[in-house]
Structure formats: C-alpha cells, structure tokens
C-alpha cells in the first residue's frame, strides 16, 4: 500500500481532522505528537522496518535469536505471558500449578483455540512443540536452554499437559512465556525443516502470507484469532489488514524511509536519531529496554591484573562514564547500577560503590604493587605494563557504544591503566573470549527473569560450551554464589526466590566483577499514523495485535 | 578459471574465524549445545577432513549444483537466480548512466576551451574519488529528506532505482570520463583529424563522426572491470537502499560463514565476468575496424 509515496503527514492531516492542529504539527511548534484517533479502526497494513539482520528462518524454535522474536510475537502465543508488573498471566494456558516437589507441573489449556492452518490446539500440540524444542534435529538454542530441566511433556487429557522436571525450577513459567517457546502447529512442524522455516504456523493474531528473501516477510491477519494474552487491550481479530516487514540494515536510510512515510515503525533506533525524531515532534518512541541482564562492562577476574579485587575496584572508580552515556546517548540511555535490566523485579542496585574516585583508584592500585609508572604515564609492574585487553564486537556494541568505550579508555589513563581496544566481527570476537584473550568486555544477554545472573555468574559458566560460548565472562567463581544462584532456581516462593537473587547481586557488586552502564537499549519510532503499538512485556517486542492505522 | 576461483573460495573462506556449523545454527554465539552441533556436523559433511569436503564440493560444483545454504537451508542457485535479476539491472542501468555522463563531460571538456578543460577535470576526479557509502547517504538526505522525490529505500519499481543507479554510476563516470578525456585529446592531435578539418568538418561533427570512436576503445575495455567495480559497489549500495540482490546476500553469507552461498556468489561474478570479457571483445571490435581487419588478413 506504499508503492507510491504520498507523505504520510497527509494521512496525519485527515486524521487530525483540524486544519489548524495540523498546521502547528507541520510547523514543528508542538512538542509531543497529537494522538491521531482514540477509536481504534479496522484495516490497512502497517509497513515495518527492522535493522536487524534477517532471519534464517521464521519458525523461532530453530536458533533462537531477537529478530525471530520480533516477527514470532506477530504470529504464535505462548504458554503464559509477563504483565508490566512482572507477573506471569494467562496466555494459551488459563491456569497452572506445581507439585509440592517442584518437580511436576501441569497446565491446563484454552480449549477454543485453532492453529491458523485448522489443525486444534491441545495437550498433545504442547508436547510435540516441547519435543520439537527438545531434540537436536531442531537446531534449537534458545528454546532448548530454556527447557534444560524438562525431562518429559504428556498430555495428561485433551486440555493438561504436564512438565515432569529433573529439579525444581524457578524459572520455568518465564522461560516458558519466552517468544522462542511460542505454539506451533504439530502439522506445520511435521512438514520438516525447511518448509516450516519458510512458513511456520501459529495460533497468533497474524499468519505468514510470503516470505521474499532479503526484502520483506508479508503477514495477513488471522481473522480467527481468539487467544490474545491477558493484558492485552482488546479481544478477537487484530485491527490491521496485515504488516509488511521489511530489513533495511542501514540506520540513516531506516529514519529517512520513517520520515518520509514510507515505513510506520523502525527498530533499532540509534540515539542521534532519537534526538532528531524528539526535535521534528511528528513521531513517538517506544522505549523498551530488555529484560534479563543490564549492559555492563565485565572485567575478568580469571587472571591478571583483574584477579586482584583492589585493581578491579581501582578500574571502576577510575573510570568516569555518567557524562559520556549523557553526552553520547542523547539522554535515551539511563545509568545502571544493577547487574539486573530496570525490568526485573529483582533487579537490585547500589550507586554507592560506583562513585568516581581517582585518589582511591590510585591508592588501591599502589597498594596493588602497581605503584611504579612508565614514560607513557601507564602503571607498571615486574617490567609489565597494566594493559587491559578490551575486545569490542561492532555487530553487538552500536557506535555510541563504542565512543563511549573509547571515552573510558581516556579516563582510565588517569589512573595508569592502558585500556586496548580491538574492533572485531562477531566470528573474531567469540574466538578472543574463547582464547580467553581479554580483560574487559561487554556483551548483552537477553532473558527472561533474574535466572540470567546463574547464567552470567555460576562458576560452572565458565567452562565453554562446545561450540566455544560461554556466558560467565567476568569468570566469577565464589561458591556461596554458586549456592545462591542455584537454590534462588529452585525455590518457589517467590519473595524468598527476590531475596536470594538481591544477595548474590550484592556479592557480584560489591566484588567488583562488573560495571553496570545501562539497560540493554531498544528504542522503535513509531509514525503519526499508528496507534495502540506496545511492547510484550516479556522481551519487549513490539505486538501489533492491538495497533491500528489511522486514514 | 572457475575452479581456481572456488578453490580461492573455499579456503579463503575456512581462514576467517568461525565454525560453519554455528553458521548453520543462527550464527556465531548461538550457544548451541553438544548434540546439536554434532547433529549439524554430521548432515553438513563438516566433520569431515577439509580435503574430502574440498573434492565433495568440487564435485558437486562440476555438476551444476551450488549446494545447500547453511543458514537459509534452500538451494543456493535457487536463491542466487533469485537476486541476480535485481543486481545485474541496478549494475547494467548505471554502467549505461556512467557512459552516457563520460561522453557528455570529455565532449565539453575538450571543446570548452582551458576554463572547461579544468574544470572537467576537477569533477572527474572528485566523482571518482566519491565513496559509495558517502554518495549514499547525501543523496538520501537531498532527494529523499529534504526534496522528498525519491523513497530512501527501494519500492521495486523504478523510482526506487534512480538513487542506488546515481550512486554507482557517478564515481564510475569519472574514471570513464578520464580515460576518455586523453584519448580524445591524443586523437584530436592526429592526422586524420587535420585532413577531416582540411576537408571542412566542423568541430562538433568531428568529435562525433570521428574523435569519440577512437576515445570509447578504452573505456569499452575498461567496462568488463567497471562490472566487477559495480558488483562490490552493489553490496554497499544495496545495503543502505536496502535493495535485494546479490551484494547483501553476499555480505550476510560472509557475515553467517555461510560457504556455500559465498562459493555460490563468487562463482556467478566470474561467469558474469568472462561474459563481459566476450561482451567487450566484440564491442571493441564494432568500434575498431582495424581489429577486424587483423583478424581477415
């Protein structure tokens, strides 16, 4: 419906229906865009710009990554879903409950619910998509990990299923609501493999009409659609037509198609233009940070210089990095001081331990036996340089990111420390943290839930997996935190589950492991045209389910 | 020709660092596990020693079959048909352009006189020096942001194409128009030019009737280069203006180690150029008689 390119603020203008408000939208006088209708209207497609890379494969089972998440949300429900509050609620599953052990689970299931290609949705539908996680044949990351303690899915009737786990696990509802665990039809997953990546079938309020490889994925609505979750705003079909979901990798070119009416949503939205899109007033930002672990730099306490805590805690207080984040990030981005995303509940934080100390930074480091320093001004020791290797992945760290390593660089020579950074591709990247080449790094991890941090600190994180990952970077290794960590996953009570993950947070801070920055950044623009578009509160893609345009 | 090429591919390819079966699983860091790794190991043939999977793939090559991609999972001469179209339009369109603005620029700035001559010059030499990338995101800013006549990114049709072709075709003009420029001017020189002007041609006919024919030889050859020149320039071009074709795929194959897309890609640049290669020869020869005359003597 975009072929030609009328601008869009032509559509703003009838929706508007004042000449005069849409003469201060156009002369840029106001401040905040003027909500287009309150009355959600049915019909038309909504055109969607990503700047992720495109998927390999649509059916988010396989692999498991963010750009899966953001088309899967359009087109499968999972089990449960999060509310705002951090609450498990309904999805296609009404209810559930745990066996006094924490080792059994069953669900009990919508029973009005189709997949979009007539096959119904029931018991034995769970447990082939378990199964279809579960074995290796899937290629599955995410969706597999997720289900680790799972040993076993049965349909107890036509409407229960029941989990049987090897341990308790706390964390099973979250992994389960997870858009990489959504529903698929047991008869679009008996295609194989490379059918059901081209079009996999959901129950979701929208269907995959067309994939065009390297251009654009066309969905159509489910006219059917019965199941949203239970927070969202409206029942039955989704108001649009469709959504046309297209890549455009390039960030400038993203905006100016958003600009010019050619798109109605970007992803991906780097912090110039958010200041830009603040300044022309005709868009909205949607600001849905990640759940799961902050961004935060982690030093690596495996070996020197930083497996002395007095050089860890030098570092950080060394390194003054509220100005660049205000500077660089144009405000977007708030300061952390949790190893936790601001989402979680259990997100626990302490600024305190963060202040900017130059004095005390060289003092510990004096302390340290680095009390020596070379012609370059860098503190040395046994005729070796305090050199930081600090290897930064250009696919994970966006350019704002990266000036603001480069700013940390400036500041931590006023401490001595000489931080080198390497720009790498993803490939060349994993290869230095598998050579266990490098001090500080910084890298995201998108979870649902405080169970991120025994990913992310459970000393058994550190041996890499076979493929070479490994998730405890800062290579923590205290066993009382390993305890924490293991008994907060299995408990079921929830306040005690809080409680747990606090302490092992506090542990994590106050050893200097890790340098909070901000939460893992996912800004969308959102046109004039469009209305009524949140994010899940689960990994904070956006649902269309609920929007509707504006003609 | 071709085998040397996929030989180059294959181990070339193999140096970057990257296993191909995370390739296969959704890239690096998937944090796969154990059993899915081997599982994709043992379909791919990837646990296999480097010099049977290098004869494997040579063999299939021979037959015609490009093999599987290992992220998208279809045929990889499925998905290259699939973008060649778009690639060789956006590169065909903007040789044609870069011609048509050589002829126009060396024809003014040999006839224009000292102030035209260096200011030909001058452009010709800061067009070709333009960064795609740069010319790019200028061009987006002027026509699409601030003028609003063409969309930033493609619609498939032909407004969409203007901008990527202007974008290829302008720094590729430059060094047309310089190549050219000299020829003309040496041609110029020449005797059969004088006795043309002695028998009264005027200096617009001789340019045309006689001067441009000598001037295009070497840009004609230069043209088989200029396709190779268009095709890298396609993958940042195709990138910003978010364009499908040939020069994304091959940049996501890269970026995924995806070996069997990158052989694939490779190996239809070079059949496109040695195409170009007969392509120009027989150009070369409408536009020289002399070529034909060595050939009958």
Known sequence: MHSALPPRSRRGLAAVGALAAAALVLTGCQATPTPPSDTPTSGGTLTYASGDAEPTCLDPHVGGNYPQALLATQVFDSL???????????????????????????????????????????????????????????????????????????????????????????????????????????????????????????????????????????????????SPPADASHEGAAYLDGIDWRFIPDSASR????????????????????????????????????PGASNRIELNSGKAPFDDVRVREAFVRAVDINDGIDSLFFGSATRSYSPLSSVEVAAYSDDSLFDVDLDRANELLDEAGWSERDADGYRVKDGERLTLDFPVSTNQSIPAEQSLFEQIQATAKDAG???????????????ALGANEYDIVSAPYT???????????????????????????????????????????????????????ADAQRLILEGYYVLPLYDQQNHFLIGPAVSGTRALPTVSTPTFYDAWLTD | MLWAVATLTFFAIRLIPGDPAEAVLGGPGSQASEETLEQVRRDYGLDQPLVAQYLQSLGRLATGDLGSSYALKVPVGELLAAQLGGTILLAVVALALAWLIAIGLSLWSTTGGRVAASVGQGIELTSAALPHFWLATVLIAVFSTQLGWFPPVSTGDLRGLILPVVTLALPLSGFLAQVMRGTLLDTLDSPFILSARARGEGEIGIRLRHALRHAAIPGISLSGWALGYLISGAVVVETIFARPGLGRTLLQAVTLRDVPVVTGVVIVVAVVYILMTVVTDAASRLADPRLRLEETR
Request: charged share 20%; glycine share 6%.
């Open chain 1, 255 to 290: 905006y100016a198609a958003l600009q010019s009416g050619q798109v109605d949503v970007i992803d991906n939205a780097q912090p110039d233009t958010l200041a830009a899109a603040e300044e022309a007033g005709t868009l909205t930002e949607l600001d849905a940070p990640r």
């Open chain 1, 80 to 226: 449960v879903s999060r509310n705002a509050d951090g609450e498990i609620i309904p999805w296609l599953a009404t209810a559930w409950e745990v066996a006094e052990d924490g080792l059994s689970w069953e669900f009990t299931l919508r029973d009005d619910v189709t997949f979009t290609d007539g096959t119904p949705f029931n018991a034995e539908a769970v447990v082939v998509n378990m199964n279809h996680l579960q074995d290796p044949a899937t290629e599955s990351s995410t969706g597999y990990l997720a289900l680790g303690k799972v040993s076993a899915v049965e349909a107890v009737s036509e409407t229960v299923a029941r989990f049987e786990l090897t341990q308790p696990d706390s964390a099973l509802l979250e992994s389960l609501a997870q858009p990489w665990l959504g529903i698929e039809s047991p008869a679009g997953i008996a295609r194989g493999m490379e059918e059901n990546c081209e079009s996999p079938i959901g129950t979701g309020p929208f269907v995959i009409d067309e994939w065009v490889k390297q251009d654009h994925v066309s969905l159509v609505r489910n006219d059917d659609y019965v």
């Open chain 1, 447 to 501: 979870k649902l839930g405080p169970d991120v941090l025994r990913i992310l600190f459970h000393s058994s994180g550190i041996t890499p997996a076979p493929s070479g990952y490994f998730a405890n970077h800062a290579q923590v290794s205290i066993p009382t935190l390993d305890e924490l960590l293991t008994r907060a996953s299995e408990v079921t009570d929830e306040t005690e589950r809080d409680e747990l993950y």
């Open chain 1, 417 to 431: 420390f000489e931080v080198s950074i390497s720009l790498l591709d993803l490939s060349g990247w994993y290869t």
